[in-house]
């Protein structure tokens, strides 16, 4: 149970450890921030959202519905909405980035409605803006709801009327008005569905959902940097050579370091993905993602016992991590997507842990299951025994 | 049980010796420590004390010669070995963003202690090292002293039969180092046999029963501290410390008829180095601000020579603080035997 202590012990160490936490979790928060938002027009939020309004309903309950962006004060402080009549111009200005979000009722809305069958409006996002596209969905979402509202409401007040036979017009019209109130107040059923559609193609992810699993796997590495610094200073400082003359056997001592490590990663991984969750990203199925975590942290346990077992110094283990762990995220798709390399460079990509571990887990992302990733956890355990292997036999331990 | 008892041999080392490349850090080392005693190795730097102390720990393997600890030899039963022994390194070995209870606890669990065990041996070692009340500050907070107190505690929570002390009052204030001198002697008192390897010949003379005097890897002399002293006869030191050492003043003292050996040393200079305290309340500094030099010069006829010591300082234009005439002691012994001081 040493090795327990031993890797308790150096989590302890790291979690009082600014230098390392603003490493380890602060740099890749800010860069997932600043990569999807200057690829992917983030910024914008901070302003009002550019916003399309296509309404092509005859009838009055599109305008009911659409009017809001244009009258409402609370809305034309998010949005910057314009009105258009092409839904296909609309589609392609979301999707080339010039618009967050577009919304179309269809031309027979209000009639569908009025008639008692669903009908559905049609909701275009940018999948590089999740915020955005966030608020403007639920915006759209609630007036939706009231609207179904107010039409269920309506038919049951005309059944009334009709039932009664009575003639007053305005007396209908207090009455509709009446049951519209109270329907939209305690919330009624859904008569109107809302087809939310990405303008982009359908399982591509956003700027941010990549760039969160990038940047993720690129600072999981770094976690064998800081390993190695660990297992260098502590022979330096004397405290690795103490632990070896007490009576704890070496493959303890060195599985304790290893699993501080490992669970310094599991920590860290955690954490992002809690900030980039909050942030709209949609990380998958969990066990998938555990175990391409769980083998990635792995990779990097290794190259810490590989790095310190090569670089003998602090220093000489900064240049050494550095340059492979840049190298990695280069090749691996950590910066840009692997697809935007010329062809020759593409292959490279399994040469390296990122490659492995941003393919796994963008296929979560996109809905994949845990068989679909088992391929790039056995590459990436192979990684991790490899680098083991080779740091193990050449570590030198005074 | 082992078969040494008390007053029998707990340690033996046999032509001990060990390379790195073509430094021979350890030239053929013998010497035994009896059970129940405190033993002395003393030497300037780089003798070869820690290369010897990490082969008894079984750090690093020797490249000849044996070692047994309580009849166990360190090349075959390491694992048994190791449960005898406590090892206080040279370095502070310590976590300085860890606190001292939490590194306390720590290396007890590495000497196999838990539960109430380990809390009570950690209460114990922390009020041995006088710092109960500051357990849970951070060791990087501590001054040099009491970092050198916890790496104390941090090697004898699990009572081993063999303390084995590697320079533990190097670069400390005063107060510091008198008591860790004092704990030495109370865990003696209790029955810890103590390996205690130093540069300082007044901690050795204070403190051990036998000392083994060591200088680049062989051990120069052995025995009682009597035994030693008796290998420099009649010779006294005489001990001058000036302000200043002008240019060509030791050679023309080593004219003088009737000096044996003449050494010069930065005393006090190195006692302040180590110790810069960290940051927060250290009221335990030291501060030893002059860079006067001790000139010690070796004489069997110490009356009649003083006289021309202090001419010949006097003509040089050395100014002189302070002049005194000492018994033999091991500092004379390291000089009488190898022509140098034991620290330079
Ligand atoms: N790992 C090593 N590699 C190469 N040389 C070493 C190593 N360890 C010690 N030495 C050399 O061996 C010699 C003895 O060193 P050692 O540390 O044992 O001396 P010491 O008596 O403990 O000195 P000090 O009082 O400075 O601690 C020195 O010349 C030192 O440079
Ligand atoms: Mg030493």
Redo the contacts with the bound molecule.
Sequence with gaps: MRWFHIGMRDLKITVRDRASLGILLVMPMVLIIILSSALGNLASNLGKTPVAIVNLDKGSVGAQITDGFFTDGQLSELFLASRMHDPEAARALVANGDLAGALVVPADFSRRLNTGRPSVLTLYTDPGRQIAGTVFRSVAESLSTRVSAASIAARTSAYYVTRLRVKDPTFVGRVIGEAVRSATETGALTAVGLKETTAAKGEELSQLSYYSGAMSVMFLMFGSMFGAFSLVRERDNWTLPRMLMTPTPRAEVLGGKMLGVFLIGMCQFAVLVAFTSVLGVKWGDPLATVLVAASTVGAATGLAVFIAAIAKTVRAVSGLAQMLIQFMAAVGGSFVPVSVFPAWMQPLHYASVNGWAIDAILSTMRGGNTLAVLPNVAALLGMAALFFTIGAWRLRW? | MSDAARGGDLVVVTDLA?R??D?A??DGVSFEIREGEVFG?L????????????MISCL?APSAGTITVGGYSVATDAAKVKNALGVVP?EIALYPTLTALENLRFWGRMYGLSGTLLDERVTEALELAGLADRAKERVETYSGGMKRRINIAAGIMHRPRLLIM??PT?GIDPQSRNHILETVKELNHRGMTVLY?S?YMEEVEFLCDRVGI?DH?RIIALGTLDELKRLVGDENVISVRVADVPEGVLDALRAVAGVDSVTCSAEGAEAAAEDAPAEGPAADAVTTTDDSRVIQVLSRDSGAVIADVVAVLGRAGARVLSVDVREPNLESVFLHLTGKSLRD
Excluded: C, R, W, Y
Aim: no cysteine; glycine share 18%; net charge negative.
């Design positions: 005074e | 060990k790195f490349g430094n850090a350890v190795l030497g300037p730097n780089g003798a070869g004390k820690t290369t010897t102390i990490s690093i040279q590697d320079e190097v390897t540069h060591m890897g």
